[in-house]
Each structure stands twice: as C-alpha cells, then as structure tokens.
C-alpha cells in the first residue's frame, strides 16, 4: 500500500492496486492475447466497447499508446493533426505523433484547453499541394493542462459533426474520461458516438496498476492492433491487468466524486492564503499559481516536499495537485496547512 508518511498529490497515477484489485488480479484467468487466447482480456475489451457504444475496443499497456495507435490508425505519414496547444499528445508524449506516424500539428488556443467546431474549420488545409493533409481532430476529455476541464457533450457533438462533414476523423483522448462523466453525469457512450476513436486509462483515477483501451469500428480496430503490435504493446498474458481494469471499472468509478470533492476543498482552503491564486476545479486537478513574493514554483514544492506533501510545478510560478483513490478529506486539511504555513 502507498507510503503514509506522504501526501503524494503530483498525479493520479500514483495509485496502487488495493488488497481486493490484486485478489482479481490473482484469480484471472489468461492466456496468450497476442494469440488471442486471453478471456479476460477479451471480456474487458467487450465492456469498454459498450460503454462508449463502439463495436470493438483494444486492451494496450498505456494512456500513450493508446492515443499513438489511434493516431497510427487514422493517418498516413505528412498528416496534421488538430488539437489544442495545450493537448497531452503534445505536450507529454516525446513528440511520438511526428516520431511514430509522420504527423505535424495545427494548434488551437481556447480556455482552459477547449475549442469550437468553428476553430476546427478555420484550421483545415485546403486541398493544395503545397500543405500537409488535415486527418484528424484530437479532443482530450477531461482537459489535463487546462484544469481537468470537462468538454460539453455538444460541443463534443458539434466538433465531431463539423470533423465528419470535412472528412476528418476525431480522436477523444479520454485518460480521465470516467472523471467527466462522473462530474457531468454523463454516460461515457453520450461522448463515444461522437467520436471515432476514444481511449480510457486504468491507471489514474480508477486506481489500476497498468493498462488503457481505445474504443472504435472494427476495422480501426484492426488498424490499431497492428500498430500496437508495431509499437511493441502486444501483451501476452496480460488477463491479469485486465482483471484490474474489471475490477476498477466495478468498484472504483462512483468514487471518483470523491475525488473531486477533496479537490475543490483543497482549492477552497488556499484560496484565502495571500500569495496564491487558484480556479475552482471541475475535476480531480487542482492548478494554483504562487505570486513571484512566495519565490519559483519549483521552490516552493520542494519546501512542500521537505513537509511531506508532494506537487508537480508545472510552470515557474504555477503548481498542479491531483487528487486520487488514496487521499482522504483529512489529508486535504493537513496539505492545506502545510501549504499556508510554507507561504507564511
Ligand atoms: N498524464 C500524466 C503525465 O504524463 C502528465 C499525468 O500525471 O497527468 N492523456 C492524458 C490526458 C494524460 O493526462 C496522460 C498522463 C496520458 C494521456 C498518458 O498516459 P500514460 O502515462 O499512461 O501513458
């Protein structure tokens, strides 16, 4: 179980499998599921398939390669692909698009990581020569870098029908897709049927040790199979992940409002203290900024760290705090605190 002498809040996938997840995990029953022989893995892909409504859905080892199939699978090498500046696939994923599948990118610049079906229509190519290939839309659901903001099931209906109308394709990177519908109450097929393509991540919130999935058609599917093949994904008895991701799916997706519980309660205990700034959450991330007077973020957390409370800073003076599966409301009051008192 996690170490108790901290209170790690730097991301959501530092949960840990509890006693009941590794009981699943050590019941499963597996086989070879490159060969596809693995039942459990099988029965996974069949429930995420359902939720978001799609005919088929792929079992792979991270939130990366779950978008970096996607993207394999819907374009060809010399494609742009539209997404925020802000989005995870470019920010934090080694630049994998350009590497792995030839893509460039077109960059959107709303709040809190948001963008319109108009924004997307002003940023395709025309068809010349001279420009890269727009293919895909790429929507991140809740919007990391923006605050774990959570998309509008219209807006999401509307960029798909503008993506469709042009010929593109839209890929939801839904890592923490389960925080929005929760915090929306929405159902994850209300964003699927929009999208072509749309991952799920274990390991965050859901408190899993490994593992995503990527919904879509068969025959996206199929495409995303053999670049999961190609990126070195294929996992062979990996029914024992799979039962983890079961047993999250089972048990640990009500909870999540928890989680956003402790983060707005976090975010409302430092509002007062002078020197910091934060918005309100919608999800489980909190972003607060330091005034220059507190010093550099990179500073300031490690003060925090030295008082066991662990942060990620995320820009000179900005700081981001996550709340998941092992933080409980007490241990939001004590990092609160420690937060007051370090900025005193
Ligand atoms: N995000 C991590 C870091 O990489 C920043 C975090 O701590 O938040 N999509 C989104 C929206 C994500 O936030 C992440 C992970 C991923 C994809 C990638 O997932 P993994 O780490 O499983 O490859």
Same mark, same amino acid.
């Given at each position: ?159 798909? %029908?503008?993506? *469709?109308? =042009?010929?593109?394709? &839209? ?7 389960? !925080? #929005?519908?929760?915090? $929306? ?58 039962? %983890?991701?079961? *047993?999250? =799916?089972?048990?640990? &997706? ?7 519980? !402790? #983060?707005?309660?976090? $975010? ?77």
């Amino acid at each position: 179980m996690p170490n108790s002498e901290f209170i790690d809040l730097r991301s959501d996938t530092v949960t840990q499998p509890t006693p009941a997840m590794r009981q699943a995990m050590a019941d499963a029953v597996v086989g070879d599921d490159v060969l596809g022989d693995d039942p459990t893995v099988a029965r996974l892909e069949e429930r995420v398939a359902a939720r978001f409504g799609k005919p088929a859905a792929v079992f792979v080892p991270s939130g990366t390669m779950a978008n970096q199939v996607s993207i394999r699978a819907h374009t060809q090498h010399g494609d742009e692909i539209i997404c925020h500046r802000l989005s995870h696939i470019y920010q934090y994923e080694a630049g994998a698009p350009a590497v792995l599948s030839g893509c460039t990118f077109a960059f959107l610049e709303g709040e809190r990581g948001m963008f319109s079906a108009d924004d997307v229509r002003g940023a395709v190519r025309a068809d010349d020569e001279h420009f890269p290939r727009t293919s895909l839309v790429v929507i991140e659901n809740t919007q990391n870098r923006g605050g774990g903001a959570i998309w509008p099931v219209a807006d999401v209906a509307a960029i798909g %029908a503008t993506a *469709h109308e =042009l010929g593109l394709k &839209v890929h939801l990177d839904g890592a923490r897709v389960m !925080n #929005a519908c929760v915090a $929306a109450g929405v159902a994850p097929d209300a964003y699927g049927k929009h999208v072509d393509s749309v991952s799920i991540c274990f390991s965050k919130g859901l408190g899993a040790p490994v593992g995503s999935a990527v919904a879509g058609d068969a025959d996206f599917i199929k495409q995303a199979r053999r670049a999961r093949k190609m990126f070195g994904g294929g996992m062979r008895q990996s029914g024992i992940l799979a039962a %983890a991701a079961l *047993h999250a =799916l089972d048990h640990h &997706v009500d909870r999540l409002a928890e989680d956003h519980a !402790n #983060a707005k309660r976090l $975010a409302e205990r430092i509002a007062n203290i002078p020197g910091i700034t934060v918005a309100t959450p919608e999800t489980n991330i909190v972003y607060f900024n330091i005034d220059a007077r507190l010093g550099k973020a990179l500073a300031f957390t490690e003060k925090l760290a030295a008082n066991g409370v662990w942060m990620f800073d995320v820009g000179p003076q900005r700081i981001r705090a996550v709340t998941h599966l092992h933080i409980s409301s007490d241990m939001i009051d004590q990092a609160a605190d420690i937060i007051a008192r370090t900025a005193r």
